[in-house]
């Protein structure tokens, strides 16, 4: 499926209140159709790593393989989101290959993000699913856990269906995509970050203007909530690119009315005052749907990559020219600031155009060693040093 060679001007030809109904289609397509690459399985890939690291397969039997979390055993938790299933992947010989596939909840609606938490009444496995938050409590190690307790119900669904969630403080902060490509929304839950108790009472904005962040996460050097964020499409190959935002109380980053440094959108621009709303920290190259970041203090990764932010970018369908398909370092100083940035793995981006799968969420495991999770080819990668 070549979508990305659809030429954007005629998809600015089509009347604007049209174009919303079209993108969904065109989401729809993309979300149920089979990968397209051209590795058939994980052994077939052909990837560029840096000298000094190793990708080798973890699992390669997790079929729609989304967000990663490990829980406190050091067990890596995966959500399958398009199959409704949520499993976990113990290694218990420590061989750096799952030994078997968990079920841990199945035939839910989009389990997308994935959260552990201590509690005094318990350990907890935090779901936020496409229209509801729940939690399970453990009832026993290692993998049973009793029946999902809805905290948040009524999260409008459709559009933009994945939900991520991360704890920080005895609070959970979900973010909440778009209904459409461009639109002024009816709600304020969508496109946004929500904060709610952990028993999901005293629900508020936390902040706004978010298209698709479907990466958040809290930075170890500042505390604050970092996302990678979905820039709009149809206006080219160049522009909105996509954007990194430090994402603070309170603040609005610009959907649908601007993108970029203030940039006024061409359908919504004089709704708004784009003085109004916040610079992204970083950009990068249009189109690329960044949909996890990780930070990287220091690990069994060589010395050199200390102090990174790596991102997964699942790669571009509104484009004519491919991009994206890779995980990109962001180099950053002993403070967390942001210097540079360099491809870090590539590949998955054929020369001809093809591909041979996507990258999705990376996640960093208390031993040190980064997991990456593959939606197309259906694996969970492990990245370490020789």
Known sequence: MNLERHQNSNFRSIPARHRRVVHLLLIGMLLSAPGCG?????????????????????????????????????????????????????????????????????????????????????????????????????????????????????????????????????????????????????????????????DGKNGELFAAGLRNSVGIEFSPYSGELWGVNNGRDWLGDDHPREELNIIREGKHYGWPYCWENRTADPDYGDQYDCAKTEHPAYMFTAHQAPLGLEFYRKGNLPAKYNNSLFISFHGSWNRSVPAGYKVVRVILNENGEIQSDEDFITGWLLPGGDTQGRPVDVQLSPDGDLYLSDDSLGVVYKITGK
């Not at 959500?79 to 841990?104: E, F, Q």
């Open 38 to 198: 051209w590795a058939e399985k994980a052994s077939d890939l052909k990837l560029n790593v840096p000298d000094g690291v190793q990708l080798t397969v973890f699992a390669d039997n997790v079929p729609k393989a989304r967000h990663m979390a490990f829980d406190d055993q050091a067990i890596l938790f995966l959500s399958r989101a398009r199959d409704g299933a949520v499993v976990a992947l113990p290694d218990d010989n420590n061989d750096g290959k799952a030994d078997r596939v968990v079920s841990i909840l199945e035939g839910r609606s989009v389990p997308h993000g994935l959260a552990f938490v201590q509690l005094d009444s318990g350990y907890y496995l935090y779901i936020a699913e496409q229209d509801q938050v729940v939690r399970l409590k453990r009832t026993a190690k290692p993998f049973s856990y009793g029946k999902p307790e809805v905290l948040v119900s009524g999260i409008p669904t459709g559009g933009h269906s994945t939900r991520t969630i991360k704890i920080k403080d005895k609070k959970m902060y979900v973010s909440i995509g778009s209904s459409c490509n461009v639109c002024i929304e009816d709600t304020p839950l969508r496109a946004a970050v929500w904060r709610y108790d952990l």
